[in-house]
C-alpha cells in the first residue's frame, strides 16, 4: 500500500498527540500541573511506582529528564522524596497533600478533553480506537525493545 506520507498513521497520531498535548497543556497550567507530569502523579497516587528508576520506566523516558521533572515537581511543592526504609541509599517518592488535592481536577480536565476530542465517535468507534492505539504502542514498545510498564494490556494479535 502507497501512502502519503502525510496520510501515514506515524504522521497523523503525531499531529493528534500535539493537538492532545496543548489542549491539556493549557488547561492544566493553571492547575499548576504540567503535561508530562500527569503519569507519574497518577502512578504515585496509585502505587505503580515510588522510585525514580520506576517513574521513568513507567513513563517511558530516560533518568536524566526525570530527575529533572521530579526536581521541579519537588520545588513547586508537588512531590516529596523520603528515605526508603529498606535501601537507606535511596529515596521513595511520594505525593504531597497539596498535589493530591489538585489531581482530581486535573484528571477530570483531561478526561474531559479526552471526551471532546472524540464527540463524533460512537462508544464503539472510541473502544476500538483506544484497542488500536495499544496495540500499536505494544508493538512499537517491541521494536524498540522497551519493557512495557505495569498493568499495560499485552496483545498477541497480528504478531
Do not use: C, W, Y
Not at 17 to 31: E, I, W, Y
Not at 86 to 106: C, F, H, Q
Not at 145 to 151: D, K, L, Q, S, T
Amino acid at each position: 500500500m502507497d501512502l502519503d506520507v502525510l496520510s501515514t498513521p506515524g504522521h497523523l497520531i503525531s499531529l493528534a498527540a500535539r493537538g492532545f498535548v496543548q489542549l491539556s497543556a493549557a488547561r492544566l497550567k493553571p492547575l499548576g500541573f504540567g503535561v508530562g507530569q500527569l503519569p507519574v502523579l497518577v502512578a504515585l497516587q496509585d502505587g505503580r511506582a515510588s522510585t525514580q528508576r520506576d517513574l521513568a520506566r513507567f513513563a517511558k523516558i530516560e533518568q536524566p529528564p526525570m530527575a529533572q521533572m521530579l526536581a521541579r515537581m519537588e520545588r513547586d511543592g508537588l512531590i516529596e522524596r523520603v528515605p526508603d526504609p529498606v535501601d537507606g541509599r535511596s529515596s521513595r517518592i511520594t505525593l504531597t497533600k497539596v498535589a493530591e488535592a489538585r489531581l482530581p481536577d486535573a484528571l477530570a480536565v483531561l478526561l474531559r478533553g479526552n471526551h471532546e476530542a472524540l464527540r463524533d465517535f460512537t462508544d464503539e468507534e472510541a473502544a476500538q480506537l483506544i484497542a488500536l492505539l495499544t496495540r500499536l504502542i505494544a508493538n512499537l514498545d517491541r521494536l524498540a525493545g522497551v519493557e512495557a510498564p505495569p498493568g499495560t494490556p499485552v496483545s498477541d494479535k497480528g504478531d
